[in-house]
């Protein structure tokens, strides 16, 4: 009997307490009734060797799908008290339940994409946006490349555009990461025609060879230059030869064997000589994106009264953020708008020659030695360091950062320039 049961100690009875008198809310009654075999109607049949029986309400599933209620209550609706799902893991599809029941879900990265299929499959728009935020939100350049895959498939165009911005200014990353071998042709073909990425075009093509291994050994073909060329189809034109220099030119492509004779003969000339002959590869340059970068503060005031040791001082921060950020460099001196390092009122910004990613969790040390003029006795520094600071990116989303303590509670790294 599904109703509860209350003992009575003092008489010796039990007495049936219904179960909906004991539920005070709507979603505690369906909440009840879910997974349950309770008024249960219709049955999912799951599993590989289809062990797996669900119970299920057909009015709660239709009030929450229309592709339910049609299959349920239209015209043509099913008489099967049962049906088989063998597109759909049980979990997947009892999580799917459950959200249905009781507007809760549980999902990650390894399950959002099938519970995304499943959402789409029967047009329950609230979980499927549920799923894209937790995407959007967790986008990095490591799983941008497969996410934008997936994101085409399933008709997705605003995640799609997303992954493709993570993509452009993190193309070196994105490209040689292993998902980048399993997208399909029609991602690849997205990709090169873009102006945006920021990747050397030799680095593209190697890249690109990557991706035609495992194209060729998925088509059960052998790995040679003209399979290779052959699953790249029209996609082959859109690398653009012409901006490579002569050498990179001629330990890539030429070596790789990919071009004929012919054009390798006409690539070379519009490479070195002026006027460039014309070839059937575009020379239009993948523009340099705009990075938008920021500032975070670690302290609070400065001071005149740090004394020199000699003519040289070292000063140094561990860091650790918790999202994934490119430094850009430092500004040293004192949180004030000049310093006096060499007796003029410029701000000392220190920027490095290539941005250095740094990952999430884990500490990284930075120091910075500087000269000061052999006559200087004191120097701005920087005072009520922070441990912990809070910034919010471009778009409102919180970023956190933690300093170590260092060799002095003040310093001369007072701010780190970064982008995202």
């Given at each position: ?60 599933l ?77 986008l ?87 399979n290779?060329r ?18 990179e ?34 020379d ?44 850009v ?11 006096h ?40 520094f ?11 990116d ?27």
């Amino acid at each position: 009997m599904m109703d509860m049961i209350k003992s009575n100690t003092s008489t010796g009875t039990n007495i049936i307490e219904k179960w909906q008198s004991s539920k005070k809310t709507i979603k505690a009654r369906f909440s009840f009734l879910f997974n349950n075999e309770k008024l249960s109607d219709i049955h999912f049949i799951l599993g590989k060797n289809k062990q797996h029986r669900i119970p299920a309400h057909k009015l709660i599933l239709a009030a929450a799908s229309d592709v339910f209620e049609t299959f349920f209550f239209g015209p043509i609706a099913t008489e099967s008290d049962q049906i088989e799902l063998p597109d759909i893991e049980p979990t997947i599809f009892i999580a799917f339940l459950k959200f249905i029941y009781t507007d809760e879900t549980k999902i990650d990265h390894e399950t959002v994409m099938s519970t995304l299929y499943v959402a789409k499959k029967y047009n329950v728009t609230v979980l499927e946006e549920y799923c894209v935020k937790f995407l959007e939100a967790n986008l990095d350049c490591d799983h941008a490349v497969l996410l934008l895959n997936q994101a085409r498939f399933f008709d997705e165009p605003e995640l799609a555009n997303k992954c493709l911005d993570s993509i452009d200014r993190n193309a070196e990353e994105a490209l040689a990461s292993d998902e980048f071998i399993d997208i399909n042709l029609d991602t690849l073909t997205e990709l090169l025609k873009r102006d945006t990425l920021q990747i050397e075009e030799l680095k593209l093509y190697e890249a690109i060879l990557r991706w035609t291994k495992a194209e060729c050994a998925r088509k059960q073909l052998a790995v040679t230059s003209e399979n290779q060329r052959l699953v790249l189809g029209p996609a082959f034109k859109l690398i653009r030869f012409p901006l490579m220099s002569i050498e990179e030119f001629a330990i890539g492509p030429v070596q790789s064997g990919l071009l004929s004779d012919r054009e390798v003969k006409e690539l070379m000339l519009n490479i070195t000589v002026n006027p460039k002959p014309a070839v059937e590869f575009s020379d239009v340059p993948r523009e340099k994106l705009i990075r938008k970068e920021q500032i975070v503060k670690r302290f609070n005031n400065n001071y005149p009264g740090w004394t020199r040791l000699g003519d040289t001082y070292y000063d140094g921060i561990d860091l650790m953020v918790d999202r994934p950020i490119f430094i850009v460099g430092f500004v040293c001196g004192s949180t004030k708008t000049f310093i006096h390092l060499d007796g003029s009122e410029k701000i000392c910004k220190v920027r490095f020659q290539k941005p250095i990613k740094i990952t999430p969790k884990t500490y990284y040390r930075a120091s910075v030695r500087m000269k000061f003029r052999t006559d200087a006795i004191y120097n701005w520094f920087g005072t009520g360091a922070q441990s912990k600071v809070t910034i919010n990116d471009l778009n409102g989303k919180p970023i956190n950062f933690q300093f170590a303590p260092t060799e002095l509670k003040g310093g001369q790294i007072p701010q780190i320039i970064f982008y995202l």
